[in-house]
């Protein structure tokens, strides 16, 4: 049994939608980020931060994205999915997933500031305005990256392509993406992918956001 402790349209999403890809079926388990079952002590006992995602499989439980990426990744080669040491794209594999976790702390400080904050501690639009020129200069790498290929790595997808399943359904909230052609046409790349829709059909309807876009407030 593998059991994956999710919230719709967060990181948690990646999980779901690699494990889709790999062909293994897991038992779901809802949470919602405002309703304080993440700071329940028996959440707690599987991720101790009360994050997620957490995922128990093979008798343990793994609650950091990336490490769950590579242990599924390295239990389950045969599904070619990662890159092992050795392989000549393991460096970029690896960046990449590093990349992707950079991407997602800067979306997840802007939903923190546009979402959750609220009064009487509102955001500072100076910081709103800086998170977001630093979200675009993680989008405009990716628009270089991808000028010349379908994936993130020349030889094609790889599990570093989900780890962008959270980032980049969230950064057209906060960035005009009309600049960033490339990145576009990797995400309807995505959207074609069987195993992405699987995945998204298990998610669930987020909740997080209320608003197309989210502007940079007035000082």
């Known amino acids: ?29 809802q949470y919602s980020i405002t309703d304080g079952s993440l700071r329940a002590a028996n959440f707690k006992a599987i991720s101790p931060v009360g994050r997620v995602p957490a995922l128990e499989i093979d008798g343990t439980t793994i609650y950091e994205s990336g490490a769950i990426v590579e242990y599924l ?42 979402l959750f904050m609220g009064d009487p501690t509102p955001a500072a639009p100076v910081v709103l305005k800086l998170e977001a020129a630093r979200l ?33 359904f969230s950064a057209p909230y906060y960035v005009k ?20 829709q699987d995945a998204r059909e298990l998610d669930g309807p987020q909740e997080f956001y209320k608003k197309d876009f989210y502007d940079v407030p007035q000082a």
Request: negative net charge; glycine residues 6%; aromatic residues 10%.
């Open 1 to 29: 049994m593998i059991t994956l402790h999710h919230i719709p349209f967060s990181r948690s999403f990646r999980i779901l939608w690699l494990l889709e890809e790999m062909g293994l079926t897991c038992e779901l388990k």
């Open 73 to 114: 990744t390295e239990t389950r080669p045969d599904l070619g999915l990662g890159r092992l040491p050795g392989d000549p794209e393991r460096v970029a594999y690896l960046e990449w997933l590093g990349f992707a976790e950079t991407q997602a702390s800067i979306l997840a400080s802007l939903n923190m500031q546009h």
């Open 136 to 168: 675009a200069a993680t989008l405009k790498a990716m628009d270089r990256t991808l000028a010349d290929r379908d994936w993130l790595l020349p030889s094609g997808f790889s599990a570093a392509d989900t780890m962008m399943g959270f980032n980049l």
């Open 177 to 196: 993406m009309d600049g960033f052609p490339n990145v576009l046409a990797y995400i309807e790349r995505i959207k074609a992918r069987k195993a992405y």
